[in-house]
């Protein structure tokens, strides 16, 4: 049979909405499936809205090259739009001769991917930006940001409509069927299904399931995905800093650092929790563990000041200890199924990448459907 459409993108995060409103304006018709009653209730709306600067991740890695030009992306539609954006910049900071020797390798990885300017700070140096702050050395990245990441996706889905994209809400994708043409999706309310010549799993946390449920696909070529739990804390009093602070990362995470939203307010996280069964409970008790961590270069954080937030949970592809994994995106070749495209293992820093995901998954439609 015949396709109805040319691109489905299973997920409405940030990442899914970045693609199809790509595909879309590149005159693609496109339809998001999302299974939530809105936009963005997953990974994308349980996060720091921080926009990175690239720093972190290996050079020529895809979070390296996605990172810098969608953070660049970011900047650039957000300004247009006039959607709100804070480039109030970060201070990674070292607390120990071990940290400062990690922290130059850092600075050396930010020349490798292109990140912008950087500025190696002495303690004073540090604590005259950053009063409260004490270290023994700290990194000044003065690209780093944030963003109101619900209006950003509010912007994406007007674009998407605005060139005859579709969103369509509480649909859940039961089963995906390849057939000459295109690829079937039966969803849960058991309408015919629509068939696409592209599908985009966008899903996030569900992507490794997803991805299983195209009929035909060998299990061997769709990689686990491991849950890391991450909660967060809202700061209780004054606000102690006025830039992001950052430790040194730690196995999982960037370690729980102080971020600011829009406001001035700042909130700490998130600590790092493998999980098996999703959920997002924040219990009270997991402040204790906090309350370390930030002496560590807030020694003057007094007790009872952190007050439980939220929690969210990323999509991992390596385990505990292991090194972190790069996004994937897997076409054809990758595991056999004409027309498929799995973005899997789409975590931090999938927000700051994903004008750039969006770009170069659609161009790539575009050049094999022409």
């Not at 970045?18 to 499936?33: E, H, K, N, P």
């Not at 020529?60 to 954006?85: E, H, M, N, P, W």
């Not at 730690?250 to 909130?267: F, Q």
């Amino acid at each position: 049979m015949h396709a109805d459409i040319d691109c489905a993108v299973i997920g409405a995060g940030v990442v899914g909405l970045a693609v199809a409103r790509a595909c879309a304006q590149l005159g693609l018709s496109t339809v998001v499936i999302e299974r939530h009653g809105r936009v963005g209730e997953e990974t994308s709306s349980r996060n720091s809205e921080v926009v990175h600067s690239g720093i972190y991740y290996p050079a020529d890695s895809l979070k390296a090259k996605f990172c810098v030009a969608g953070r660049d992306a970011l900047y650039d539609y957000c300004a247009a739009r006039a959607i709100a954006t804070k480039r109030c910049g970060k201070l990674i900071v070292a607390t120990s001769a071990a940290e400062e020797h990690a922290l130059h390798k850092l600075q050396q990885r930010a020349v490798q991917n292109s990140v912008g300017p950087t500025h190696w700070l002495n303690a004073l140096q540090a604590q005259a930006m950053e009063p409260a702050v004490v270290c023994t050395a700290a990194l000044w990245i003065p690209i780093t940001g944030i963003v109101d990441s619900h209006d950003l996706m509010t912007h994406f889905v007007a674009d998407l409509e605005a060139s005859g994209g579709l969103l369509a809400l509480h649909t859940r994708v039961t089963r995906i069927v390849p057939e000459s043409n295109a690829l079937a999706i039966f969803t849960a309310d058991g309408a015919d299904p629509l068939r696409s010549r592209t599908v985009i799993n966008a899903a996030g946390l569900s992507g490794t399931s997803v991805a299983r449920l195209v009929e035909g696909i060998e299990p061997t070529r769709v990689p686990a995905t491991h849950y890391a739990r991450g909660c967060y804390f809202d700061y209780v009093g004054k606000a102690p800093f006025t830039h992001l602070v950052y430790p040194m990362p730690v196995d999982g995470g960037l370690g729980v650092h102080a971020t600011l939203d829009l406001s001035g307010r700042v909130r700490f996280g998130p600590d790092v929790e493998w999980i098996d069964t999703l959920g997002y409970d924040v219990e009270p008790t997991r402040g204790d563990s906090f309350y370390a961590a930030i002496r560590r270069y807030w020694p003057g954080l007094a007790d009872h000041t952190l007050r439980p937030a939220y929690a969210g949970i990323r999509p991992k592809l390596s385990l505990a200890g292991e090194p972190a994994a790069d996004f994937l995106i897997q076409d054809t070749a990758s595991h056999g199924v004409a027309g498929l495209i799995n973005l899997l293992g789409i975590e931090s820093p999938g927000l700051t990448s994903s004008m750039a995901i969006g770009d170069y998954v659609a161009a790539g439609i575009a050049a094999r459907l022409r």
